[in-house]
């Protein structure tokens, strides 16, 4: 056995044998005799293990040219381009490619890009040589050689549609059904370049996940004309990341619509008995109290908004703030709600409460899915408000849930839910968690809105007494437990 083929055998390569003989004959040639034919196989060796990679998640920028076995997953269009000082015009095509550890984006130019457009197919195995690079969506390889391989397998699977499950960085192409969670407005920015940018967001779940849907610019208007609960159709999106999740992104080559079909999405929610401080995390319930929005004033001078909710599932109930847009979500007394994307906080009195903001959404249900986190037979959202906000009107008449109780008043009788809506005489302590006009007191388990003249401020624990309609006291007097008597 010669010493090229020793070297050879040593080395892991689909590099034939002949081609490997004629490089190391090339190599000694050009060293003009300074090396010996093991040397020079010593050499060739150690090139070809520095382009060979184990799989496309070794591939990194800075590398020289590297080889590897890929499946195409998608084939852009072929785009031409003026080059300087030149005639013709180039060409390239941008063709995604996958193995079982990852997808890169592949540039293929000019004859290679011809060729592509007119015998490549999504599916066909490829092995690739050429130089990876820092790219707009990552690295990118700009090929030098592309040969379709026949013979050779790759585990990945080629899908039409995606499901969220299914999504993956790097992706693109990214055709996806699913339902409208929560739709929000559309924001502008200013880029680097002095333009104005547009973008907005939409929630989407199926039946194996949800996933956050970014539209930019032209498309960002579909934020505002879709409706929650509609199912709809992502078409040509990419898949990004932010904040360690994945998102699905709609530029202008993508679009969203709606479809005629009926996607289930079930949300995995955390029961509420069991948050904790810090936690982000997707909760579910009916809605047992619901109060107004508030406005209020920011540091920088901008008027920002805020409401309060309570939520309650089979193991708990916890005050939700949702904040800015979500402030304006469509919630009522006896709503089934799933909230994702809630931060848990420190509320008053010590009470854990969650807080949704923009990355949040608030989505009302039909109806408590099966399967819901805190959900079962026996534990359904409360009955929906009567005309006057007091609970459910019962088969005789009475208002109240089946059991006596009301679920919006925190379980006072029917009688007393009835006397209260032509007016009681109440007494009711809580903390002031907005001053001003009126005056929001919370005890911790519910909220009361006061009308007083009384100069109250953040914090103070006071105890009112008078007169409550519908769920509003018209204080007759006002003890301040807590600071100075105001």
Do not use: C
Not at 26 to 37: F, Y
Not at 301 to 315: A, L, M, Y
């Amino acid at each position: 056995m010669g010493v090229i083929r020793e070297v050879y055998d040593d080395l892991d390569t689909d590099v034939e044998f002949e081609e490997f003989e004629a490089a190391v004959n090339d190599k000694v040639e050009q060293m003009g005799g300074l090396a010996d034919e093991e040397t020079a196989a010593m050499l060739i060796a150690h090139e070809l293990r520095d382009e060979e990679v184990h799989g496309i998640a070794d591939i990194e920028p800075g590398m020289e040219d590297v080889k590897f076995l890929a499946k195409v997953v998608s084939i852009g269009e072929v785009r031409t381009f003026e080059r300087d000082g030149e005639d013709e015009d180039g060409r390239v095509v941008n063709i995604e490619v996958a193995d079982e550890t990852g997808r890169i984006r592949v540039s293929l130019w000019d004859e290679m890009a011809a060729g592509a457009k007119e015998n490549l197919e999504v599916g066909t195995v490829l092995r690739i040589g050429g130089r990876p690079k820092d790219g707009y969506n990552g690295v990118e390889v700009s090929a030098s050689k592309v040969e379709e391989d026949l013979d050779a397998e790759v585990d990945v699977q080629v899908l039409d549609t995606y499901r969220v499950e299914d999504l993956a960085l790097g992706l693109s192409d990214v055709n996806l059904e699913g339902k409208i969670l929560d739709a929000g407005t559309v924001r502008t920015f200013d880029r680097d370049d002095g333009t104005e940018g547009r973008v907005s967001n939409l929630s989407v779940g199926d039946p194996t996940g949800r996933v956050r849907v970014t539209l930019w610019d032209e498309r960002a208007d579909l934020a505002e004309e879709l409706e929650t609960g509609q199912s709809v159709e992502v078409v040509d999106g990419y898949v990004r990341e932010r904040d360690g999740s994945l998102e699905l992104h709609v530029g202008s080559r993508g679009a969203v619509e709606v479809i005629d079909a009926d996607i289930e999405y079930v949300p995995e929610t955390t029961d509420i008995e069991t948050l904790e401080l810090g936690q982000t995390v997707d909760i579910a319930g009916g809605v047992i109290e619901a109060d107004g929005k508030r406005t209020f004033d920011r540091d920088d001078g901008s008027e920002g908004q805020v409401r309060n909710i309570r939520v309650k599932d089979g193991t708990g109930d916890i005050r939700v703030a949702l904040w800015g847009e979500k402030a304006d979500a469509d919630v009522d007394l006896a709503d089934y709600v799933v909230i994702t994307d809630a931060e848990i906080k420190e509320g008053w009195q010590e009470d854990l409460e969650a807080s949704a903001g923009w990355r949040s959404s608030v989505t009302v249900m039909d109806e408590a899915p099966e399967g819901a986190a805190g959900t079962d037979a026996g534990d359904s959202a409360p009955s929906p408000p009567s005309d006057q906000g007091l609970g459910a009107f019962s088969s005789d008449g009475s208002s109240g849930s089946s059991d006596g109780t009301s679920a919006a008043n925190g379980g006072s009788s029917s009688d007393a839910a009835a006397a209260e809506s032509a007016g009681e005489e109440v007494e009711f302590t809580g903390t002031v968690v907005q001053a001003g006009t009126p005056v929001i007191l919370d005890d911790g388990t519910q909220t009361k809105t006061v009308d007083t003249d009384a100069d109250l401020g953040l914090g103070d624990e006071v105890t009112v007494s008078g007169t409550e309609t519908d769920g509003r006291i018209s204080a007759e007097a006002v003890e301040v437990h807590t600071g100075a008597q105001r």
